[in-house]
Protein backbone atom coordinates (compact mmCIF):
# COMPACT_ATOMS: atom_id res chain seq x y z
CA UNK A 1 0.00 0.00 0.00
CA UNK A 2 1.41 3.21 -0.99
CA UNK A 3 0.85 6.37 1.17
CA UNK A 4 0.46 9.71 0.47
CA UNK A 5 3.04 11.37 -1.61
CA UNK A 6 3.66 15.00 -1.85
CA UNK A 7 6.00 17.05 -4.85
CA UNK A 8 8.15 19.10 -4.49
CA UNK A 9 9.39 18.84 -0.92
CA UNK A 10 10.95 22.24 -0.86
CA UNK A 11 10.08 25.41 -3.02
CA UNK A 12 11.23 28.92 -3.35
CA UNK A 13 9.07 31.97 -5.17
CA UNK A 14 8.84 35.65 -5.16
CA UNK A 15 5.80 37.52 -4.53
CA UNK A 16 3.40 37.90 -7.48
CA UNK A 17 4.38 34.58 -8.96
CA UNK A 18 2.23 31.39 -9.26
CA UNK A 19 3.16 28.22 -7.83
CA UNK A 20 1.10 24.21 -8.39
CA UNK A 21 2.05 21.66 -5.67
CA UNK A 22 1.05 18.10 -6.54
CA UNK A 23 -0.25 14.92 -4.29
CA UNK A 24 -1.16 11.36 -4.58
CA UNK A 25 -3.61 10.35 -2.53
CA UNK A 26 -2.96 6.51 -0.91
CA UNK A 27 -4.23 3.68 -3.13
CA UNK A 28 -7.98 2.98 -2.48
CA UNK A 29 -8.72 6.73 -1.36
CA UNK A 30 -11.28 8.92 -3.22
CA UNK A 31 -10.79 12.02 -1.06
CA UNK A 32 -7.92 14.50 -0.78
CA UNK A 33 -8.07 17.64 1.45
CA UNK A 34 -5.62 20.40 1.43
CA UNK A 35 -3.97 22.49 4.71
CA UNK A 36 -1.98 25.65 4.66
CA UNK A 37 0.42 25.47 8.03
CA UNK A 38 2.03 28.81 9.34
CA UNK A 39 4.96 28.54 11.55
CA UNK A 40 4.23 27.93 15.32
CA UNK A 41 0.09 27.23 14.00
CA UNK A 42 -1.75 24.37 13.92
CA UNK A 43 -3.02 23.61 10.06
CA UNK A 44 -5.79 25.32 8.28
CA UNK A 45 -8.76 23.25 5.98
CA UNK A 46 -8.17 25.06 2.60
CA UNK A 47 -10.94 22.92 0.56
CA UNK A 48 -11.48 19.52 0.02
CA UNK A 49 -11.97 17.37 -3.61
CA UNK A 50 -14.19 13.90 -3.33
CA UNK A 51 -14.36 12.07 -6.89
CA UNK A 52 -13.03 15.26 -9.05
CA UNK A 53 -15.78 17.85 -7.57
CA UNK A 54 -14.31 20.88 -4.87
CA UNK A 55 -16.42 19.20 -1.54
CA UNK A 56 -16.11 22.49 0.53
CA UNK A 57 -13.83 25.25 1.27
CA UNK A 58 -12.47 27.13 4.21
CA UNK A 59 -11.30 30.47 4.61
CA UNK A 60 -8.58 30.91 1.62
CA UNK A 61 -9.36 33.61 -1.02
CA UNK A 62 -10.11 32.29 -4.39
CA UNK A 63 -6.26 32.51 -5.49
CA UNK A 64 -6.28 29.04 -3.97
CA UNK A 65 -7.51 26.71 -6.64
CA UNK A 66 -7.45 23.20 -7.30
CA UNK A 67 -7.79 20.30 -9.06
CA UNK A 68 -8.82 16.32 -8.74
CA UNK A 69 -7.57 13.55 -11.16
CA UNK A 70 -9.47 10.43 -12.40
CA UNK A 71 -6.49 8.64 -10.41
CA UNK A 72 -7.36 10.92 -7.42
CA UNK A 73 -4.23 12.92 -7.35
CA UNK A 74 -4.60 16.52 -6.77
CA UNK A 75 -2.87 19.92 -7.16
CA UNK A 76 -3.42 23.04 -5.13
CA UNK A 77 -2.55 25.91 -7.68
CA UNK A 78 -1.92 29.59 -5.49
CA UNK A 79 -2.23 32.66 -8.23
CA UNK A 80 -0.16 36.29 -7.17
CA UNK A 81 1.99 34.67 -4.73
CA UNK A 82 2.19 37.17 -1.11
CA UNK A 83 4.97 37.06 1.33
CA UNK A 84 2.19 35.15 4.05
CA UNK A 85 1.58 32.18 1.78
CA UNK A 86 4.97 31.24 3.25
CA UNK A 87 3.55 27.94 5.03
CA UNK A 88 4.12 24.49 4.98
CA UNK A 89 1.08 22.82 2.43
CA UNK A 90 0.31 19.74 3.49
CA UNK A 91 -2.37 17.44 1.71
CA UNK A 92 -4.52 14.53 3.16
CA UNK A 93 -6.42 11.37 1.86
CA UNK A 94 -9.24 9.43 3.07
CA UNK A 95 -12.10 7.63 1.88
CA UNK A 96 -14.94 9.72 1.72
CA UNK A 97 -16.54 12.80 3.11
CA UNK A 98 -14.92 14.14 6.52
CA UNK A 99 -15.77 11.05 9.01
CA UNK A 100 -13.12 8.50 7.77
CA UNK A 101 -9.46 8.75 9.00
CA UNK A 102 -7.03 11.71 7.18
CA UNK A 103 -3.84 10.49 6.21
CA UNK A 104 -1.20 13.08 5.55
CA UNK A 105 1.92 13.52 3.25
CA UNK A 106 5.00 14.63 4.58
CA UNK A 107 3.98 18.49 2.55
CA UNK A 108 5.03 20.82 0.45
CA UNK A 109 7.75 23.90 2.39
CA UNK A 110 6.83 27.30 0.42
CA UNK A 111 8.70 29.89 0.99
CA UNK A 112 7.60 33.19 -0.89
CA UNK A 113 10.48 35.84 -0.88
CA UNK B 1 -16.50 25.05 12.18
CA UNK B 2 -15.51 23.35 15.41
CA UNK B 3 -13.09 25.11 17.60
CA UNK B 4 -10.48 22.99 19.06
CA UNK B 5 -8.20 23.90 22.17
CA UNK B 6 -5.62 22.12 23.52
CA UNK B 7 -3.87 21.82 26.57
CA UNK B 8 -0.87 22.44 27.63
CA UNK B 9 0.85 24.04 25.67
CA UNK B 10 4.38 22.98 26.38
CA UNK B 11 5.24 20.06 28.08
CA UNK B 12 8.71 19.31 29.72
CA UNK B 13 9.31 15.86 30.87
CA UNK B 14 11.77 13.56 32.17
CA UNK B 15 12.76 10.58 30.09
CA UNK B 16 10.11 7.78 32.13
CA UNK B 17 7.65 10.18 33.03
CA UNK B 18 3.74 9.80 31.95
CA UNK B 19 1.86 12.48 30.68
CA UNK B 20 -1.90 13.24 30.04
CA UNK B 21 -2.77 15.82 26.99
CA UNK B 22 -5.89 17.43 26.56
CA UNK B 23 -8.51 18.54 23.50
CA UNK B 24 -11.47 20.17 24.17
CA UNK B 25 -13.67 21.09 21.17
CA UNK B 26 -16.49 23.08 20.99
CA UNK B 27 -19.67 20.60 19.11
CA UNK B 28 -20.45 17.27 18.84
CA UNK B 29 -17.93 15.78 16.62
CA UNK B 30 -17.96 12.37 13.87
CA UNK B 31 -13.83 11.91 13.13
CA UNK B 32 -11.58 13.20 16.27
CA UNK B 33 -8.09 12.45 15.18
CA UNK B 34 -4.99 13.03 17.00
CA UNK B 35 -1.38 13.16 15.50
CA UNK B 36 2.28 13.59 16.49
CA UNK B 37 3.89 15.92 14.06
CA UNK B 38 7.64 15.04 13.62
CA UNK B 39 10.66 17.36 12.52
CA UNK B 40 10.45 17.35 9.06
CA UNK B 41 6.53 18.64 9.53
CA UNK B 42 4.85 14.93 8.95
CA UNK B 43 1.42 14.72 10.56
CA UNK B 44 2.12 10.70 11.86
CA UNK B 45 -1.97 9.29 12.66
CA UNK B 46 -1.84 8.61 16.08
CA UNK B 47 -5.56 7.77 17.35
CA UNK B 48 -8.58 7.71 14.94
CA UNK B 49 -10.94 8.34 18.30
CA UNK B 50 -14.69 10.04 17.98
CA UNK B 51 -15.33 8.16 21.13
CA UNK B 52 -14.22 5.46 23.42
CA UNK B 53 -10.78 4.39 24.44
CA UNK B 54 -7.81 3.48 22.35
CA UNK B 55 -4.04 2.17 23.08
CA UNK B 56 -1.29 1.39 21.16
CA UNK B 57 2.05 0.92 22.77
CA UNK B 58 2.99 3.38 25.24
CA UNK B 59 -0.03 5.73 24.02
CA UNK B 60 -3.55 5.60 24.74
CA UNK B 61 -6.55 7.86 24.01
CA UNK B 62 -10.07 8.17 25.92
CA UNK B 63 -12.81 10.35 24.12
CA UNK B 64 -15.26 11.80 26.32
CA UNK B 65 -18.15 12.64 23.60
CA UNK B 66 -21.11 14.23 25.58
CA UNK B 67 -18.55 16.12 27.31
CA UNK B 68 -16.59 17.21 24.31
CA UNK B 69 -13.43 16.29 25.44
CA UNK B 70 -10.26 13.98 24.30
CA UNK B 71 -7.43 13.12 26.21
CA UNK B 72 -4.30 11.61 24.86
CA UNK B 73 -1.82 9.69 27.57
CA UNK B 74 1.74 8.80 27.20
CA UNK B 75 3.50 6.29 29.28
CA UNK B 76 6.90 6.12 30.14
CA UNK B 77 8.02 8.74 27.99
CA UNK B 78 11.17 8.43 25.77
CA UNK B 79 13.19 10.98 24.34
CA UNK B 80 11.42 10.05 20.93
CA UNK B 81 8.22 11.25 22.04
CA UNK B 82 9.62 14.96 21.99
CA UNK B 83 7.56 16.70 19.25
CA UNK B 84 4.31 18.62 19.01
CA UNK B 85 0.67 16.54 19.44
CA UNK B 86 -1.89 17.81 17.36
CA UNK B 87 -5.60 17.04 18.11
CA UNK B 88 -8.31 17.64 15.13
CA UNK B 89 -11.69 17.09 15.06
CA UNK B 90 -14.61 17.77 12.53
CA UNK B 91 -18.67 17.27 12.23
CA UNK B 92 -18.74 17.61 8.52
CA UNK B 93 -15.50 17.55 6.13
CA UNK B 94 -12.95 20.26 7.42
CA UNK B 95 -10.76 18.83 10.08
CA UNK B 96 -10.48 21.73 12.79
CA UNK B 97 -7.31 21.81 14.37
CA UNK B 98 -5.77 22.82 17.43
CA UNK B 99 -2.76 24.85 18.06
CA UNK B 100 -1.02 21.45 19.46
CA UNK B 101 1.13 20.60 22.75
CA UNK B 102 5.16 20.71 22.32
CA UNK B 103 6.21 17.98 24.19
CA UNK B 104 9.77 17.87 24.81
CA UNK B 105 11.32 14.96 26.55
CA UNK B 106 14.88 15.00 28.75
CA UNK B 107 16.94 12.21 28.99
Known amino acids: ETGVTQSPTHLIKTRGQQVTLRCSSQ?????VSWYQQALGQGPQFIFQ?????ENGRGNFPPRFSGLQFPNYSSELNVNALELDDSALYLC???WGQGTDTQYFGPGTRLTVL | GIQVEQSPPDLILQEGANSTLRCNFS?????LQWFHQNPWGQLINLFY???GTKQNGRLSATTVATERYSLLYISSSQTTDSGVYFC?????????FGAGTTVTVRA
Open chain 2, 88 to 96: AATNDYKLS
Open chain 2, 49 to 51: IPS
Open chain 1, 27 to 31: SGHNT
Open chain 1, 49 to 53: YYREE
Open chain 2, 27 to 31: DSVNN
Open chain 1, 92 to 94: ASS
